[in-house]
């Protein structure tokens, strides 16, 4: 299994940027795709969450309204939508998926909201 993620980048207030998480090694398909932030000296928190048709999503109340989770099962790919960025909203960015037993990261990427 591997997730790699991408899309990070410096962003000002009130910006947006997508990210991305390449999936292989598994039927991507029919897994439930997460994406978690996590901001040091903070626990990790889930911030969305899509099924893997792409039919349920859950968006954290922090995010609901700015940021859309989405999937295109065709390129094995999830992505993260984040519209009108904040500074609370730095952190490093990481794609999820629970396979099994097992629990796949991918290996993050930073995301930094300052002007």
């Known amino acids: 299994v591997q997730l790699v993620v991408s899309g990070g980048v410096l962003v000002q207030p009130g910006g947006s940027l997508r990210l991305s998480c390449a999936a292989s090694g598994f039927t991507f398909s029919i897994y439930t795709m997460n994406w978690y932030r996590q901001d040091p000296g903070k626990e990790r928190e889930l911030v969305a969450k899509i099924s893997g048709t792409g039919g349920a999503t859950y968006h954290a109340d922090s995010v609901k309204g700015r940021f859309t989770i989405a999937r295109d099962n065709a390129k094995t790919t999830v992505y993260l939508q984040m519209n009108n960025l904040k500074p609370d909203d730095t952190a490093v960015y990481y794609c999820?998926?629970?396979?099994?037993?097992?629990?796949?990261w991918g290996q993050g990427t930073q995301v930094t909201v300052s002007s």
């Open positions: 999820n998926a629970i396979i099994g037993f097992s629990d796949y």
